[in-house]
């Protein structure tokens, strides 16, 4: 029974390790500019990694001091936060496999569909009562001001990785042929009749492109690109602690069964 306690101990100070990847994970989605301004998608990972170390933390003190009925608890909450891991871990797959970005043809960065989401993505972002609040949000963030500290001439601009959020928010789409004054400045367009987001875009910096189908394309584009990097982090964690929590039943039902046939065997005794 010793020797199962003692796995069960070293077993929860792994899965205590494998929640700081989570936690990692939840911080930098909770940190990102687009996330900021969407709150329903910012701290549900950071909250379950939390989870996890706790309930981690409660196993392994029931573990290392003998409390059966605090590892049955570890073991029932553990199997509730890896089946949520599960659930968050193929449900952003599914909605963040259709890409609508795209290479712009002579420029370093890429442009954004809205069509080419996710309905479930473009549904809970991108309507109406959700986007007036996000606008606020980006207008007073610095995602696209600090585009005009970084880039300096039109060179410099056009070849550069911007991400998907910026390059539809921050600038008119490339179709509509406007030229380049600054990243957040620009005037005459050529072929304002392309796309009805040329008409959209002012210079207003209040306004810029932030009503455009391309912003919210953008906002959906860096959302599948973030979500895409974390899932790397939380499916490295939930492969972990799966295989800590398979051991760690194995470990409770032998002790489990060593316990019973201690008592046993004191009876017949």
Known sequence: ????????????????????????????????????????????????????LLVSLAGFVGAYWNKQGLLAFYLCCMAILIALLLFILLFSFIVTTPDGTYYVPGKGFKESMLHGFSPWL???????????????????????????????????????????????????????????????????????????????????QNQLCYNCN????????????????????????VVVLIWVYLIACSAFKNAQTENLFRHYKGGWV
Not at 18 to 35: E, F, H, M, R
Not at 230 to 237: E, Q
């Open 214 to 237: 391309a912003c919210k394309a953008g906002l959906l584009g860096n959302l599948r690109e973030e979500w895409r990097k974390a899932n790397i982090f939380l499916m490295v964690a």
């Open 1 to 52: 029974m010793g020797v199962s306690n003692n796995i069960t101990v070293v077993l929860n100070f792994i899965a205590l390790l494998a929640s700081i990847p989570i936690i990692g994970a939840g911080v930098w989605l909770a940190s990102k500019p687009d996330n900021e301004c969407i709150h329903n998608f910012r701290w549900h990972v950071l909250i379950l990694g939390l989870l996890v």
């Open 122 to 204: 473009r549904n809970h972002v991108t309507t109406s009562w959700s986007w007036n609040k996000i606008t606020t949000c980006l207008v007073h963030s610095n995602v696209c001001i600090k585009l005009t500290q970084d880039y300096i001439s039109a060179d410099q601009f056009f070849n550069s990785h911007i991400s998907p959020l910026q390059s539809g928010c921050c600038k008119p789409p490339s179709a509509c042929g406007y030229n380049y004054v600054n990243p957040i400045l620009w005037i005459n367009p050529v072929n304002p009749m392309v796309d009805p987001d040329c008409y959209l875009w002012t210079n207003d």
